[in-house]
């Protein structure tokens, strides 16, 4: 009993864990579950994503934060590094715009309602482009797009697209969102989504950093585009992907200059959806280029 006692006397008061974390971590800090428009599990990412080599991990199904605390705890089993994600759906300059959340809590308050009442639009919306593909004689849309839906909260243009290609519409969903869904085709339907603002300040609000996704994907023009990056760091963000499966080479080299440009810290994600769909791997992109902030040292004390 003396022994014990004295060893008690010895513990320290437990530590803070400190992360060790450098600019050529593996990180992948995008991808998506069956909580939104993913087919993979948050189990089987976080098994894919430790099979492919991935050092630090997050899970950032759009408008969505139910898949966070199984993504957590599936890293923690499988021994990987994790931070909490989300992807935004925000209307910026009347385009769709998505805005990454790193490191938040993922039971805060504000942010939980907000994600829920983006999401809210989504049923109606799916509706309304099952109508307009019946138009182009495309029938029962809106119930096989259902059919792949994991979260009956978050039916989404992918879903359609995955129906598409079930019927021999299309061969692959790359080619649906070339031939429909998308401005000007059959089957789009504009769609209001939460502002810069609110993205911003949820992800700020409950401790988080946020990230612009993919800024080589939006056609912007040149104004609209300084635009989007100075009210996006006007509200609080903080970085911006630089190297991301939608990216090109070339692009990562673009969006390298504006984020030293405009003093952003850099992220790095596949935006990996499905092995039968994506062709960029949980953990399969190059090193950020030279002479950029990781976003993950800005995370450091918020990995798990
Ligand atoms: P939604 O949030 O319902 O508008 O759906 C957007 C999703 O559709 C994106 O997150 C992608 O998964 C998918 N998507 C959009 N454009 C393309 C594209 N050109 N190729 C493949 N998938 C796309
Ligand atoms: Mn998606
Ligand atoms: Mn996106
Ligand atoms: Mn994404």
């Given at each position: 009993m003396v022994f014990a006692a004295t060893r008690r006397q010895r513990v320290p008061a437990p530590l803070r864990k400190i992360v060790q974390v450098s600019a050529?971590?593996?990180?992948?800090l995008h991808c998506h579950s069956v909580v939104s428009?993913?087919?993979?599990?948050p189990e089987e990412l976080a098994a894919r994503a430790k099979a492919n080599g991935v050092d630090l991990w997050a899970l950032t199904d759009h408008?969505?934060?139910?898949g966070q605390h199984r993504a957590a705890e599936a890293a923690r089993a499988v021994g990987l590094r994790y931070l909490t994600g989300t992807e935004i759906s925000v209307t910026f300059a009347d385009e769709t715009v998505h805005i990454v959340g790193l490191g938040?809590?993922?039971?805060d308050a504000a942010m939980t309602q907000g994600l829920y009442d983006t999401r809210g639009g989504r049923g109606k919306r799916a509706q309304e482009m099952a109508a307009q593909l019946a138009q182009v004689g495309i029938h029962g849309a809106y119930e096989g797009a259902l059919r792949f839906?994991?979260?009956?909260e978050l039916i989404s243009r992918t879903h359609f697209a995955r129906f598409l290609v079930e019927q021999g519409h299309c061969r692959d969903t790359s080619e649906v969102f070339r031939k429909y869904?998308?401005?000007?085709?059959?089957g789009y339907v504009p769609h209001r989504w939460a502002t810069l603002r609110d993205a911003v300040r949820w992800i700020s609000g409950a401790g988080g950093l946020a990230v612009i996704a993919h800024p080589g994907r939006y056609k912007f023009t040149a104004n609209e585009e300084y635009a989007l990056f100075t009210e996006f760091q006007a509200h609080g963000g903080r970085a911006v992907?630089?190297?991301?499966?939608?990216?090109t080479p070339a692009e990562y080299v673009e969006y390298a200059d504006k984020a030293r440009e405009f003093g952003l810290a850099a992220s790095r994600g596949s935006?990996?959806?499905s092995p039968d769909e994506s062709h960029c791997d949980l953990g399969a992109l190059p090193p950020l280029p030279a002479g950029l902030t990781p976003v993950w040292e800005l995370l450091a004390d918020r990995i798990r």
């Open positions: 050529i971590l593996n990180a992948d428009d993913g087919t993979l599990t408008d969505e934060l139910g938040f809590d993922p039971d839906v994991g979260n009956p869904l998308t401005e000007g085709k059959p992907e630089v190297v991301t499966g939608s990216h935006d990996f959806h």
